[in-house]
Structure formats: C-alpha cells, structure tokens
C-alpha cells in the first residue's frame, strides 16, 4: 500500500462510516517491509506519549513483519485502536 492509497482508504472509510463512530478508521496494521519501503515515507508528528504510539492521522498503527498491511474499523480493531480520536486532513 502507498501513501496515497493509504489516504484515500482512511478518507474513503470515513465516507462510508455515515456518521457511525463503529465504522471509523480505528487501526492501521502494516507488515514490516511495507513500511520500510513505503508508509513510513508519511509525515507524522512525533508521538506525544508511550501510550500514543505511532499515528497517521491520528490513527494507531501497530507494525509487524506477521501484520497484513490494511485499515481495521473500530469495529474490528477493538481495544487495539484506542484511544481513538478525530481523523485529520491528509498532508
């Protein structure tokens, strides 16, 4: 996944949600070589916290080399994506 389809996904899942928190981008999950080679090319504020974890757009990402590179709902993504918050623009 690139950059640009990553935020088109997180854009396009926020128009599909219709306004249902559960449906909201909550968890991005990357496999390892993709983000050497790709996702980690995405400018992201440092993290506030330990807790805070790496974010894009203020979504959790967690990276594995076991990871299927792809965005989970809240729905889906459960505890894993907390805390949520608010989606930001793409940069």
Known sequence: M??????ARLDAMTAEADGDPNELPGLITVQTDDWIARIAAIERPRPRTIADG?????????VSSTAETRVFTRAEAGEAGEPYRDLTAAS
């Open 54 to 62: 790496i974010r894009i757009r203020e979504i959790k990402v967690a």
């Open 2 to 7: 690139t950059p640009e389809e990553l935020n």
